[in-house]
């Protein structure tokens, strides 16, 4: 199984923080993910990104959230203006292609105070 | 929008005994679907998929049954070892050419020493 990473492993941040989570890449990886969970509950989409742009976004990726890929380097999630809801594992996904198997990172603990 | 459930939120089996874990889906478009294993403090661990042109497929130690007419998946673990305790995952793509998962609420498997 291709090996995902994520960093930071875990965050911390003041509610109204702006923070930016990334995905390292695999090079033969064309389609990036990120997915939530929080406490407890189910893996929720947010969104999938694709040839540098997005490609699908679920009800839950709203303005305050933002995905790039600059210069074919981290792959990151950005939330403008925590939220003390936003207290979730973040995990980056990827895959091969449309309709291949999507391996998940280690995530990101990210906890809003 | 789609729903993946799970008929049991818990299992416990002795070692060495056989596992199944059983998923329901709402959506009949879904044609791919994955089992996922989420060990404590990490991401979800691909352990098995099947398209819906198939209604099984084999891995080592897991087997996926795939019953469209009921819209059920079902994941068996053969001989449970104490490292397949874990919550286990079902999801679905949605639909041809959805390139998301949807995610089920999961089963956390114990295996009994």
């Known amino acids: 199984e291709p090996e995902v990473t994520q960093t930071p492993s875990h965050q911390v941040t003041q509610m109204g923080q702006e923070v930016i989570l990334r995905c390292v890449p695999i090079?033969?990886?064309?389609?990036f993910y990120w997915y939530r969970q929080i406490l407890g509950q189910k893996v929720e989409f947010l969104v999938s990104f694709y040839n540098n742009e997005i490609s699908e976004k679920s009800e839950i990726f709203d303005d305050q959230f933002s995905v790039e890929r600059p210069d074919g380097s981290n792959f990151t999630l950005k939330i403008r203006s925590t939220k003390l809801e936003d207290s979730a594992m973040y995990f980056c996904?990827?895959?091969?292609?449309?309709?291949?198997?999507?391996?998940f990172g280690p995530g990101t603990r990210l906890l809003v105070l | 929008g789609e729903s993946v459930g799970l008929h049991l939120p818990t299992l416990s089996v002795q070692e060495g005994d056989n596992s199944i874990i059983n998923c329901a889906y709402s959506n009949s478009a879904s044609d791919y679907f994955i089992w996922y294993k989420q060990e404590s403090g990490k991401g979800p661990q691909f352990i098995i998929d099947?398209?819906?042109?198939?209604d099984k497929r084999q891995g080592q130690r897991v087997t996926v049954l795939l019953n469209k007419t009921v819209k059920h998946l079902s994941l068996q673990i053969a001989a449970t070892q104490p490292g397949d305790s874990a919550v286990y995952f079902c999801a679905e793509n949605g639909g041809t050419g959805a390139n998301n998962l949807f995610f089920g609420t999961g089963t956390r498997l114990t295996v009994i020493p």
């Open positions: 099947i398209r819906s042109n198939m």
């Open positions: 996904a990827r895959n091969r292609g449309r309709g291949e198997t999507q391996y």
């Open positions: 090079s033969n990886h064309l389609y």
